[in-house]
């Protein structure tokens, strides 16, 4: 079982990090070869970051603790979005658009052409707008790969899904998450909801001269956002060339 053969723990509590930042619990690594880090990070701002870091220490209580620096790693608004949000105005002008990692949709008073990748903007009703919007950014042909867009009555949601847990186009994306920008910040309003961020950890790594066994993850963000983060200790090989991950989706 998956549960036998990796350790699944909370590394930092649900909890509002700032520019102060904020470690977590420390975690023996010494029967474990690897650790993996996963946080996600709250937020509104498009432009916002996040930055993870791996600290280590000789015990639990953290005792001689020490951020190990190359294992530094940085989730950003513009590029690591799990979760993300578009919310049209009433005034919605034909011709605004809003561009979804790459992808551009624009609005129309009559008939939308999918080719175009166009959706018809209702004033008079804008969940009509909303479900429009939705429908081409899921569109098998012409939507966006690795989007899953849902519609509410009155804000469009847009999710980054996981390979493998969605329909084939979905698989093809090549973003780490949702790019998200739009021509009117009043007419079509973008805001992120959450962004996660991936690190990973190699026991060998760990200072062995000083004794170090435990692992934390330290968080700081660019402004109050509410964090959670899990980690996952795995008795792989010991030693791996790749030791670090880039910031990726969770």
Known sequence: MISEKYKFDTALRPQSISSTG???EYFNLAKW?????K???SMTGLTASSTGLIYQATDAAATDAAAITSTSTVAYGTSNATVASIVPAVTISAADTVTVNGLTFTAVSAT?????????????????TITNLAAIINNAQYGVPGILATAGSAVLTLTFEQPGESPANRNLSTYEGIVLTSSSTTNLTCAN?????LIEIDATRLTASSNFTHVALNVINT??????????????????PYQTEPVTRV
Not at 193 to 197: D, E, L
């Open 193 to 197: 909801i959450q962004i996660g961020g």
């Open 22 to 24: 904020s470690t977590g």
């Open 112 to 128: 939308a052409t999918a080719a175009s990748r166009e959706f018809v903007d209702n004033t008079a009703n804008i969940s009509t």
């Open 223 to 240: 402004a109050a956002y509410y964090t959670a983060a899990t980690i996952v200790r795995g008795d792989e090989a010991r030693y791996s």
């Open 39 to 41: 946080w996600n990070v």
């Open 33 to 37: 070869g690897k650790a993996v880090f």
